[in-house]
T-cell receptor, first 113, second 109 residues
Framework: DTGVSQDPRHKITKRGQNVTFRCDPI?????LYWYRQTLGQGPEFLTY????????KSRLLSDRFSAERPKGSFSTLEIQRTEQGDSAMYLC???????????FGPGTRLTVL | KQEVTQIPAALSVPEGENLVLNCSFT??????LQWFRQDPGKGLTSLLL?????REQTSGRLNASLDKSSGRSTLYIAASQPGDSATYLC????????FGPGTRLSVLP
């Protein structure tokens, strides 16, 4: 078990460009979460998947954001037409269920110039 | 809407001291509460998970308690070490995970 992995670890992009991040959860975990964290704050929930189904999305997740988990394994988070306010650390976590620990990946740090 | 606060926001202690970090939440309808540590620029490392039916959990020098009725949890760190320096976050799971802003701990050698 190699833990939760995320790719890329860092992304610098220009305003208006599209970016995509990938998360590979712990293999037997069926729940996968995405969070956004800005400097000095705790992570904020964005969305989560139970297997391939996206069950909840935060109001923070504007129409420019989309997430997928096509086969119930890895997940992608895409941000279209990036804005400077999207600059943050994007974290992925996985778990078995509501009653189990969440395990986090190392995060993808996005900088929008 | 669940709100989570953590006190203090920052703490600096000499090595060897015992210390307590506090977490408060507004909605007691939770499944569990989890404590994490985060090193600068890194992801979160799980420390302890307390189910809503439990009162405390222990792991090594760490002990976490939960009083669901009063909406409080504490993380006790015994015999602090410089390697404990990090930001400590609590998160409560109700409808979804809601995190506190964290306590930034510095343990001075």
């Amino acid at each position: 078990d190699t833990g939760v992995s995320q790719d890329p670890r860092h992304k610098i992009t220009k305003r208006g460009q599209n970016v995509t991040f990938r998360c590979d959860p712990i293999s037997e975990h069926n729940r996968l979460y995405w969070y956004r964290q800005t400097l000095g704050q705790g992570p904020e929930f964005l969305t989560y998947f139970q297997n391939e189904a996206q069950l909840e999305k935060s109001r923070l997740l504007s129409d420019r954001f989309s997430a997928e988990r096509p086969k119930g394994s890895f997940s992608t988070l895409e941000i279209q037409r990036t804005e400077q306010g999207d600059s943050a650390m994007y974290l992925c976590a996985s778990t078995y269920s509501s009653y189990n620990e969440q395990f986090f990946g190392p995060g993808t740090r996005l900088t929008v110039l | 809407k669940q709100e989570v606060t953590q006190i203090p926001a920052a703490l600096s202690v000499p090595e060897g001291e015992n210390l307590v970090l506090n977490c408060s939440f507004t909605d007691s309808a939770i499944y569990n509460l989890q404590w994490f540590r985060q090193d600068p620029g890194k992801g979160l490392t799980s420390l302890l998970l307390i189910q809503s039916s439990q009162r405390e959990q222990t792991s090594g020098r760490l002990n976490a308690s939960l009083d669901k009725s009063s909406g409080r949890s504490t993380l006790y760190i015994a015999a602090s070490q410089p390697g404990d320096s990090a930001t400590y976050l609590c998160a409560v799971y109700g409808q979804n995970f809601v995190f506190g802003p964290g306590t930034r701990l510095s343990v001075l050698p």
